[in-house]
């Protein structure tokens, strides 16, 4: 895959999921854009999160249509994996990994952001001196900095951040801002959290 960020647009029209008889989102109509941080917010349980799988493909809506442009061209949904990186605090990792090897087996998959390397990402996460230590024995702001590596720094237009500084502390959390709003140019980019830290860095905020 290319690491050039083609533009890409993802439109909901209606949109609503149900798990089971329980409805979590419901006529959702909205449009977003490249170029642009969109904020999720919401109590929990709200569907914060399940908007986030409607918007990667992972799931379909139970009602409504949700459809993708990529360079004013339609793109089957079925390809919009190739297009996305996805953070989220729930995620599973292999941690018997080092974190050298989760971020390159990681950046084996996605194409890293031009300019960098695996050696510079640990650089810029401030874990190079400990990239042998396994994602068992980290710390959970150390764990959680090497998830946001794997998607701020990939070249995917599509960047899916959920509760993104749930575990940092507020200076780890002052990296995070800075480096979003570096590697977020001419992404499309969608925070879902309840935290002032994280909406505060969107240029639109909806709430569920």
Known sequence: MATELLPLTISLAGVSKRFGREWVLRELTQQYQSGTVYGVGGR??????????????????SRGSISYTLADCPLAVAGV???VSWTGPYLEVVEELTIEEMLRFHFGLKPLAPGLTIEGVMERIALGSV????????SSGMRQRVLLATGLYAATPLLLLDEPTVTLDQAAASWFATELAHYSAGRLVVIASNDARDLALCSSVQSL
Do not use: E, F, I, V
């Open 44 to 61: 929990n349980g709200s569907g914060k999160s399940t908007l986030l799988r409607l918007l990667a493909g992972q799931l379909s809506p």
């Open 81 to 83: 994996y190739r297009l």
């Open 131 to 138: 990239r042998r230590r396994t994602l068992l024995d980290c």
